[in-house]
């Protein structure tokens, strides 16, 4: 009984490269979200997906970041041309029913901009 | 702006000993929730309050909620050094257009149990 699995757990680029970061839902959750915290920092809403649709992208940067959540497969969220404030840990998290159920959280994906 | 915000930021007690945990809240919610994050690891979701819920408890934890002040408490009874973790508190706006904004959190309490 997997619970929300994210990967890669670390991922290292260069500045202006692409970082990819996956995340498969709890089985049977279909709503999925994407945070972002920094060092001594709470977590700051990004984007909330359904399958197939982007519900509320209202914290997400307008430029270099993206996301998707395919009917097959895991979400992925996307930044291009990585610059050095993106190095966070980035956390995705499933519910069965949205906002307002408790939401069940990968380990994160630790992003460092080198 | 953060909608929720922790006090202290940070609590270093004694095994044994109660730990108490405050998060103060701007707007209107439907409910309130309290989650833990381990060094390292995703957050894990603690309890739930609903706006019209005053006091909830499961095992070790009470959570009070005071819609008139906009706060709540988290209280850990007879801590342990297992409960070493930071602790959030996160909102569900009343007017976040059905929630699909997600929760907000706020920055978190440090708590350090001292064996």
């Known amino acids: 009984n997997a619970g929300v699995m994210q990967n890669p757990r670390h991922l290292v680029r260069r500045r202006g490269q692409e970082a990819r970061l996956r995340c498969s839902p709890m089985?049977?959750?279909?709503?999925v979200y994407w945070y972002r915290q920094l060092p001594e920092e709470g977590l700051k809403f990004m984007v909330y997906l359904q399958k197939e649709n982007i519900i509320d992208e209202s914290g997400m940067p307008k430029e270099r970041f993206s996301a998707e959540f395919p009917k097959e497969g895991p979400s992925i969220l996307r930044i291009q041309q990585v610059v050095r404030g993106d190095s966070a840990a980035y956390f995705c998290?499933?519910?069965?029913?949205?906002?307002?159920?408790?939401?069940?959280f990968g380990n994160g994906t630790r992003l460092t901009v080198t | 702006s953060q909608q929720g915000e922790e006090d202290p930021q940070a609590l270093s007690i004694q095994e044994g000993e109660n730990a108490t945990m405050n998060c103060s809240y701007k707007?209107?919610?439907?409910?309130l929730q309290w989650y833990r994050q381990n060094s390292g690891r995703g957050l894990v979701h603690l309890i739930l309050?609903?706006?019209?819920?005053r006091e909830k408890h499961s095992g070790r934890l009470r959570v009070t909620l005071d819609t008139s002040k906009k706060s709540s408490s988290l209280l850990i009874t007879a801590s342990r050094a297992a409960d070493t973790a930071s602790y959030f508190c996160a909102t569900d706006a009343m007017y976040s257009g059905g929630g699909a904004d997600g929760l907000t959190f706020g920055k978190g309490t440090h708590l350090i149990i001292q064996p």
């Open positions: 309050i609903r706006s019209n819920e």
């Open positions: 998290a499933s519910s069965t029913t949205g906002g307002r159920s408790p939401l069940h």
């Open positions: 089985k049977g959750h279909s709503h």
């Open positions: 707007t209107s919610i439907n409910n």
